[in-house]
């Protein structure tokens, strides 16, 4: 099964912010039951995306946005195909 995934987070201050710093775990790992065809995440905002892997196997993004911000939209989405392995998982880190 193709799968079709958007994920957007939205956020709005009340008061400005002066620095927004994040960390994002939204990529989907692969395993034998799921491959990821494409992923991406965009912000609407002028940053630099670093990627790393956390101690636990994710991909991790972090980015940091100076402000004044009065808002910051995080949109992450792709495709993923899957297939049923009847609930057990194989070629999981």
Known sequence: MRLRIL?????R????????VENLRLTPRGNDGQFVANWRIDIDRDCRIDVTTDPFGNVMHSFAVEGPLDGLTISA?????????????????
């Not at 994920?7 to 956020?11: A, P, S």
């Not at 201050?13 to 927004?20: E, F, I, L, M």
């Not at 989405?77 to 880190?93: A, F, I, N, R, S």
């Open 13 to 20: 201050y009340a008061t400005p912010a002066g620095r927004v």
């Open 77 to 93: 989405g792709g495709e993923v195909e899957t297939q049923d392995l009847q609930g057990v998982l194989h070629g999981q880190v």
């Open 7 to 11: 994920h957007e987070t939205v956020y």
